[in-house]
C-alpha cells in the first residue's frame, strides 16, 4: 500500500522555522516527484515546492523562494521541507503528493499537516 504521511506541522510565531517531512513508502519512487502543496481557510490549494526524487529539479512557489528548502533524505525516503522566516499567510494545510515525472497527475497524496504561523 503506498503511502504519503506529512509530519512537522504546529504553531509558530512569525520570523520563526519548522521543517516539514514527508515519509513516502509501499512502491518505488525513483521515477516520481514529489511535491508540496497547501491550502489555506477559503482558499485553493496552491504549489509550493517540488523536487525529483532523485533529489534534481526543484522548484519553488515565488512566495516562498528564498524562504523555503525543498530536499530529500535518501536513507529515510523522506522529502523535507524546511521552512525559515514564516509569515502569518503561510499558515494553511501543507500535503505531500506524487506523480510520475512524465505524468500531470497527482497519484498518491498525504492527510495534510497544519500549519499555524501566529503574528
Known amino acids: 500500500q503506498v503511502q504519503l504521511v506529512e509530519s512537522g506541522g504546529g504553531l509558530v510565531q512569525a520570523g520563526g522555522s519548522l521543517r516539514l517531512s514527508c515519509a513516502a513508502s509501499?512502491?518505488?519512487?525513483?521515477?516520481?516527484?514529489i511535491t508540496w502543496f497547501r491550502q489555506a481557510p477559503g482558499k485553493v490549494r496552491e504549489f509550493v515546492a517540488g523536487?525529483?526524487?532523485?533529489?534534481?529539479?526543484?522548484n519553488y512557489a515565488d512566495s516562498v523562494k528564498g524562504r523555503f528548502t525543498i530536499s530529500k533524505d535518501n536513507g529515510k525516503n523522506t522529502v523535507n521541507l524546511e521552512m525559515n522566516t514564516l509569515k502569518p499567510e503561510d499558515t494553511a494545510v501543507y500535503y505531500c503528493?506524487?506523480?510520475?515525472?512524465?505524468?500531470?497527475?497527482?497519484?498518491?497524496w498525504g492527510q495534510g499537516t497544519q500549519v499555524t504561523v501566529s503574528s
Open positions: 509501499g512502491r518505488t519512487f525513483s521515477n516520481w516527484r
Open positions: 503528493a506524487a506523480r510520475q515525472l512524465l505524468g500531470s497527475v497527482y497519484e498518491y
Open positions: 523536487i525529483a526524487w532523485s533529489g534534481a529539479d526543484i
